[in-house]
């Protein structure tokens, strides 16, 4: 199952960690490799039920599609991005209140999978 929540706040981060290596010749060849991929980010949604707490508490992973367009829930072609992580894990889903309505604000990193991180752009 799944579930489709509108969310703000929305904050995505990728940090690569780069390393330089020397080529043992006399050209002195330096390539830079990349070491290790950070996927982090955050969202803000309405408490609608527990579900993301059950997770967070729990240790499960999950997928995240986060989608916008420039006609809010009428996707308009053209105008639309999606991005989808296959794994992730909520870091910290503290409670707070937005104008007297309860609200997550979660914070989650991207689960190792198959030695990477994965993610996926479209633009629609």
């Known amino acids: 199952g799944g579930a489709s929540m ?6 995505l981060n ?6 330089n290596v020397t080529a043992l010749t006399t050209t002195g060849v330096t390539n830079v490799i990349r070491v290790k991929r950070t996927i982090t980010g955050s969202f803000s ?3 609608a039920n527990k579900d993301i707490e059950d997770a967070f508490r729990n240790g499960t992973t999950a997928t995240l599609m986060l989608v916008s367009s420039t006609g809010g829930t009428n996707l308009v072609v053209g105008n639309t991005v999606a991005i989808s992580l296959t ?3 909520y870091t910290a889903v503290p409670k707070s209140k937005d104008n007297g309505i309860y609200k997550y ?3 989650f990193r991207a689960a190792r ?3 990477e991180d994965s993610i996926f ?3 629609l």
Do not use: P
């Open 105 to 107: 604000d979660v914070s």
């Open 14 to 19: 990728i940090a690569n960690e780069l390393f």
């Open 121 to 123: 752009v479209s633009f």
């Open 45 to 47: 949604v309405f408490y």
């Open 6 to 11: 509108a969310a703000s706040n929305v904050s």
């Open 87 to 89: 794994k992730i894990k």
């Open 113 to 115: 999978t198959l030695g």
